[in-house]
Nanobody, 122 residues
Framework: QVQVVESGGGLVQAGGSLRLSCGASGGIFSIAAMGWYRQAPGKQRELVATITSHGSSNYADSVKGRFTISRDTAKNTVSLQMNSLRPEDTAVYYC????????????????WGQGTQVTVSS
């Protein structure tokens, strides 16, 4: 069974930094893309950043220049370095692994992690 697990959330003051990490496991052959999404209270889940297996990345406009996504394709891990954090970055951050192929040839559209809380105080 494919699982996705995040770590690294916490409480930080505005202007500070945090690094989120995520790993996917469970008989994985390949993952087309991995990404980070976030959901603030009362709001819909939104894309933060994604990265393909070839290293092509995409960012939400609100985080460009502040956040950096990186991936180790061989290890099925992805990280999000968040700098210059703002109170509006406060949310639960979710890791997503998209279009997974398992070693048995099964295709899975996507698997979500359980989420990690990021709180930025002003």
């Amino acid at each position: 069974q494919v699982q996705v697990v995040e770590s690294g959330g916490g409480l930080v003051q505005a202007g500070g930094s945090l690094r989120l990490s995520c790993g996917a496991s469970g008989g994985i052959f390949s993952i087309a893309a991995m990404g980070w999404y976030r959901q603030a209270p009362g709001k819909q889940r939104e894309l933060v950043a994604t990265i393909t297996s070839h290293g092509s990345s995409n960012y939400a406009d609100s985080v460009k220049g502040r956040f950096t996504i990186s991936r180790d394709t061989a290890k099925n891990t992805v990280s999000l370095q968040m700098n210059s954090l703002r109170p509006e970055d406060t949310a639960v951050y979710y890791c997503n692994a998209e279009y997974i192929v398992t070693i048995t040839g099964r295709s899975i559209r996507g698997v979500w992690g359980q989420g990690t809380q990021v709180t930025v105080s002003s």
